[in-house]
């Protein structure tokens, strides 16, 4: 059978996924690896342990199927730096790392705040790339001396798989390096900071051909994850908006042109269809919240066991907010500092009422970035779902009430794989182009319509969600400074 393969490489491990040209799932394979957190805020990773688990999945999909493409995808903003020999000079530093605070005020500086928006499509945040070379250059300067040349984490297993250097547009908008407008690496932006332009792989269109296997195989440039999950779920202009409830959450719509916000408080990045751009507001703890909660109050559960506790509360929860930023946030406050709480508990509250609090505080969180999405122009009368939290029945009833929106499901839930798999379609010859491989594969089966009474509740609380974080942000940063 003749498939196109997509290979996500996670923050957890790398899926692969082998489908058919209708969009049938011919095999699937799963294969982990850790995260090594050596300080408080670090989050790093060994590249090495990538490509055994790709290589891995790879084998496992590639058995009694004929692969005409392959597509990569992975966690976004990752640096890793390569020596000469193409070689890892230390762990990549992951998108979820939070050490270069002092760096992003140091690229505001350099380049200045409302330049670097206009160029970028955003402000400088901890977990972009060009931040962590400016750390490394200041931390680890030998390090830094012996760079050849940088690449993503997907950028790495192309590099392994095909031995082809490059990087597609869409994951390159996540660095702070280029040019999101014109598609190309910003040369101002690389001379202000005095990196080497050499350093920098071409970039290409998530859909072209970036290199072949050494039996032939065609590897398709690919995408970020959040680029490939709303492809994945048939995102390719205006229209529906893809909501991922993963570890961190997305809320994300294709936009008609390019368009920045002016407080850059969303990610403005190029689509993983060629001329294509998005817009997504980006909250770093949704359904990590939730995991939080379950190995911190209730490890011997199972996660549909811990929320049909929630399932006996009301909306609202008697009063009782979660505010979710547990580790820093990004949408709608850039702030590395931000810290998560619960408010209004009283002695009648139980763990269910915790619970049912994480979903409804992640679903606000989610609110704040459909608003700043529809102020940049964005029009959007309904969304696709996506990732883990997504098969919670009673999560998805709470989001589609706090955004007001219905919530279509579709009948692959494989995100960012599926994505990968259908740009490798592309470059694999099943398909023409991205809208043709949607076109042939993404199905919808279910739509979650949003209760009105549910959404009256939950308008009434939005307000008090609001006004939590800054009343507690000046009590976040005291501690912090402590």
């Not at 690896?33 to 084998?59: C, F, H, I, K, M």
């Not at 939070?98 to 409302?114: H, K, M, P, W």
């Not at 690919?222 to 779920?233: E, F, K, N, S, T």
């Not at 009256?456 to 974080?469: H, I, N, Q, S, T």
Request: proline content about 6%; glycine content about 12%; charged content about 20%.
């Amino acid at each position: 059978m003749s498939v196109a393969v997509g290979l996500d490489v996670g923050t957890t491990g790398v899926k692969a996924l082998a489908i058919t040209a209708t969009g049938q799932i011919a095999a699937q394979a799963e294969h982990g690896y850790p995260l090594s957190t050596p300080q408080v805020g670090w989050s790093e990773q060994n590249p090495e342990d990538w490509w055994r688990a790709a290589e891995a999945a790879l084998d496992e999909v590639s058995r009694g199927n004929e692969i005409a493409g392959i597509g990569l995808s992975g966690q976004m903003h990752g640096l890793v730096a390569l020596d000469r020999s193409d070689r890892p000079l230390r762990p990549a530093i992951l998108w979820n790392d939070q050490r270069t605070g002092a760096e992003c005020s140091e690229i505001e500086a350099l380049v200045g705040l409302d330049r670097l928006i206009e160029l970028t499509g955003n402000r400088a945040l901890p977990g972009f790339t060009a931040p962590k070379l400016l750390w490394l250059r200041e931390h680890e300067p030998d390090t830094y001396a012996r760079i050849a040349r940088i690449c993503l984490p997907k950028d790495y297993v192309r590099l392994r798989l095909t031995g082809s250097w490059a990087i597609d547009v869409a994951d390159a908008s996540g660095t702070l390096l280029f040019d999101v407008a014109g598609r190309r690496w910003s040369d101002e932006v690389v001379d202000v900071l005095a990196i080497p332009h050499d350093w920098l792989p071409p970039a290409l269109e998530s859909q072209e051909v970036s290199g072949e296997t050494p039996s032939g195989v065609p590897v398709a440039a690919g995408a970020g994850d959040q680029q490939a999950a709303a492809l994945g779920v048939g995102i390719t202009g205006p229209g529906p908006a893809s909501v991922v409830l993963g570890t961190s959450g997305v809320v994300f719509a294709a936009l008609p042109e390019y368009r920045s916000d002016e407080l850059a408080r969303v990610h403005v990045f190029c689509h993983a269809v060629p001329g294509g751009w998005e817009a997504m507001g980006v909250m770093l703890s949704a359904a990590g919240s939730l995991q939080w909660l379950h190995d911190t109050v209730a490890p011997e559960l199972g996660f549909d066991a811990l929320v049909a506790e929630a399932e006996r509360w009301q909306p609202g929860v008697d009063g009782l907010l979660f505010l979710p930023y547990l580790q820093g946030e990004r949408t709608p406050h850039a702030d590395p500092n931000a810290r998560g709480a619960f408010a209004g508990l009283q002695l009648r509250h139980d763990r269910g009422a915790l619970v049912r609090a994480v979903l409804e505080g992640v679903a606000f969180g989610l609110r704040d970035s459909l608003d700043l999405l529809r102020a940049l122009g964005v029009e959007v009368t309904r969304a696709r779902v996506s990732g883990g939290g997504a098969r919670s029945r009673l999560w998805l009833e709470i989001c589609a009430a706090v955004l007001g929106l219905p919530l279509e499901r579709t009948v692959v839930e494989e995100g960012s794989a599926f994505g990968a798999a259908l740009l490798g379609g592309v470059a694999g010859g099943l398909f023409a182009d991205v809208h043709e491989a949607v076109e042939a594969t993404v199905r919808t089966h279910e739509v979650i319509e949003p209760d009105p009474a549910w959404q009256d509740v939950y308008a009434e609380l939005r307000p008090g969600f609001r006004a939590l974080y800054p009343a507690l942000r000046d009590l976040d940063g005291a501690m912090v400074e402590q």
